[in-house]
Each structure stands twice: as C-alpha cells, then as structure tokens.
C-alpha cells in the first residue's frame, strides 16, 4: 500500500528532495495513523487560481487520501513584497486592499479541489505581524548575500547592475520562515521555487525546529501558447472561475503534444488510463479531439457541474461543426462610422486596437461570417456580428 501511494505521489513530479522522509512519513500514516503536514503558499496577486496554480492543488488533494493534511499558506503578508522568482527587474508593491481581496477568493477557490476537514488555510501575516523588528532582523543573520546571490535570477540580474531591492532578498527568508512558523513536513512548489523551498529546509534547520522538510517540485504548466508558463498576464491561461463555454474551447485549442501533460499533472484518471488512452491514440482508435473532449468534460465537470460540461459540448458542436452563432451573444450599442479595430477594443473582443489590427493581418477578424481583411475598415449604421478566432462573438448595432 505504501508502494502504491508513493507511486500515485511521484506521478507527473519533476523532482523529489529526502524520499526516505516521505515513505516515513506514509509508513508512519499505514502503521501507527499518524498524519504529516504538507504545506504550498499562495501570494494572492490576482483575483482568481487558474489550471497552473491547481497543479499544486490536486497533488495536495491526492496526498490528503495518503494522511496528510494540507496548510494551504495565503501569503497576505510576502504578497505585499511579491516573489522575485523569474523575474527580470523589481515587481511592484501590491497594496493591502488588493491583497486581502484576493486572498479571499483563493479561500473561496480552493475548496473545489481540497477536503476542508484535511486542510488548514493559514494567513503568514499570523506570525510575521509578530515577529518584530528584532525577530526579522534574527532572521536576516540566518543566511548571507553571497549564497543569496546564487539564486540564477539574483545572479543574472546582479552581473547586468539591474536593482535588486533588498525586500527581495527578504522574500526566500520569509517563505522559508512558514515552513518554520508551521513546521511543515513536507513543501510543495513548482521547479522554479527550488531556491525558496531549499531555504525551507535550511531555515528549520537553524531555528531547530526538529523537522527538516522534504520537498516536491512539480513542472511549470505551459499555457494555451504551449510555450510560456500559464500566466493570467500573458492571457494564455485557463481560469478555474471561467465560463464553461470558455474553459472547453481554451482546451481543445492545446496542441496535441500538450495534451498529454495535461493529462498527467491535471486529469483525475489513473496512469494506466492514461496509458490505455494514448495507446489508443497512438493505434488510431481514438482521435485526439476526442480525447482532449473527454479532458474538457472531466475539468468543467470538476468546476462546474456534470451538466455544465455536457451543455459546454454541446454549444461547441453547434458553433464549430454546424457553423452555427453562439446561443448567448454580448450586445453592444455603438456610435457610427466606427474604426473596426476600434469597436473590437470598447466591446473587449480585443485587448486594444493594435491587437485588433494583428487578428485582421492573419484573417481571425469575421463581420457577419465574412472575414475582414482591412484593418481600416468602417462599420456604418446597422447590426454586425463580430467574430475574433473561433470563441469570440459580439453582436452590435451601430447607429
């Protein structure tokens, strides 16, 4: 049993730091009913959790039908700072109200995927309020700038004389600092948290907590692009709140290759499902639209409702294979002559007029079915239905 479990933990991992801690502490779960704490923090620097951020999620959710019990860390106090983690220059200071806004639709949020009873949501500004100057500035002696400046995005940023604030430099030691203040068991974070996670172990060590955490780090989820990380930024992600409509179109638009990985770290189905699956589609059985269908349902399904999922195949079918509009369509009253990059930007089929002008150059931009290929082109009085790409519909009346 102890095998199977830590078989089903591995799956989809990048890497694992102190295995023997982990089958210990499922040893310990079998044998003696013990349960071990696991712990992922969350700075909340947007509104909503999308399929990246429940990457962690569900392998916490997993672990939880293996005794552990999650401390589901709400960074309301290192998100003020912001994790430097990747990042090329300083990021900007979010403001409290934001923060704790946030922070209350991630408690919403995650309750989708993990068991309340197993789970403690936890606020780092609990402890960190309390610890004072004096104990931050203890916390500053327990590591040194030259090993700080080890960390690669440090590094790279030092050598090209870009700033670096020393809150960021704080950061690391504030994350570190939970695994202290929870005495966490075991980390979870993605692979480019290695620094951050490791900094959990080194710090338990010097406070002498009597615990030394494992870590797990799970791969970066590529975006509908298939190239960069998930990002709400970079309007490649799929939002755990987003329309079921949205949420099937989005995933039936990843690549092929893709879809697999997605299958791995995101779908519900046991590995030899997903094995069954791929040989099927690999021996032309199965299709791969059929398959990354089947994921579709089984997400929305997670997220919405069996029901919702069905109606969301449904409404796709009917737009993509009968050429048919959406049943509900945005209506927009606006003022003409209109600039057709211009009414794309104000109805938001567009983020703006210069992203509207690029769909037109590559022929994405539709006027009543029919593509528009000038980028100059004036709507006069009348009612239009606008198309961007194959999920984006707004009806209009121009007067």
């Not at 923090?41 to 429940?54: E, K, Q, V, Y």
């Not at 960390?151 to 004389?161: G, I, L, P, S, T």
């Not at 606008?386 to 707004?394: D, N, S, T, Y």
Request: charged share 30%; with cysteine.
């Amino acid at each position: 049993m102890i095998e199977k479990a830590y078989e089903e933990i591995k799956r989809g991992v990048s890497e694992i730091i102190d295995e023997e801690r982990i089958l210990q502490l499922l040893k310990n779960y079998y044998e003696k009913n013990e349960n071990y704490y696991i712990k992922a923090g969350f700075d909340p620097t947007a509104p909503d959790l999308h399929l990246g951020h429940t990457v962690l999620i569900q392998k916490m959710a997993l672990m939880q039908k293996y005794g552990a019990i999650v401390q589901f860390v709400i960074g309301d106090f290192t998100g003020l700072i912001g994790d430097p983690t990747g990042k090329n220059e300083t990021r900007k200071k979010l403001d409290k109200q934001t923060v704790l806004k946030n922070a209350k639709t991630y408690e919403e949020q995650v309750f989708k995927i993990l068991d309340p009873k197993k789970t403690n949501i936890v606020f780092n500004s609990s402890w960190f309020n309390d610890m004072g100057s004096s104990g931050l500035l203890e916390l500053t002696t327990t590591f040194n700038v030259s090993r700080m400046l080890e960390r690669e995005d440090f590094e790279k940023r030092f050598k090209a004389n870009a700033p670096i604030s020393i809150s960021e430099f704080l950061y690391p030691l504030l994350q570190g600092y939970d695994s202290v203040a929870l005495k966490s068991d075991i980390e979870l974070g993605g692979t480019d948290q290695k620094f951050n996670l490791l900094m959990g172990r080194h710090l338990q060590r010097a406070y002498k907590t009597g615990k030394e955490q494992a870590v797990i780090m799970m791969p970066l989820l590529e975006g509908l692009d298939g190239v960069h990380k998930m990002s709400k930024s970079l309007g490649n992600y799929i939002g755990i709140t987003d329309k079921p409509n949205d949420m099937y179109g989005k995933i039936l638009s990843i690549s092929d290759e893709l879809m697999w990985k997605y299958y791995e770290v995101l779908s519900s189905r046991t590995l030899d499902e997903i094995e069954k699956i791929y040989e099927d589609v690999k021996s032309g059985i199965l299709h791969p639209k059929k398959v990354k269908e089947m994921l579709s349902l089984e997400i929305i399904t997670r997220y919405h409702s069996s029901d919702k999922a069905n109606e969301a195949r449904q409404e796709f079918e009917r737009i993509h294979s009968k050429k048919e509009l959406p049943t509900d369509i945005d209506e927009f009253i606006l003022e003409g002559p209109i600039w057709i990059a211009k009414a794309l930007s104000e109805i938001k089929l567009e983020n703006s007029t210069s992203s509207a002008r690029r769909d037109i150059k590559q022929g994405a931009v539709k006027i009543n079915s029919k593509k528009c290929i000038d980028e100059q082109y004036q709507i006069g009085k009348g009612e239009y239905v606008l198309q961007v790409g194959k999920r984006k519909f707004a009806k209009i009346k121009v007067v």
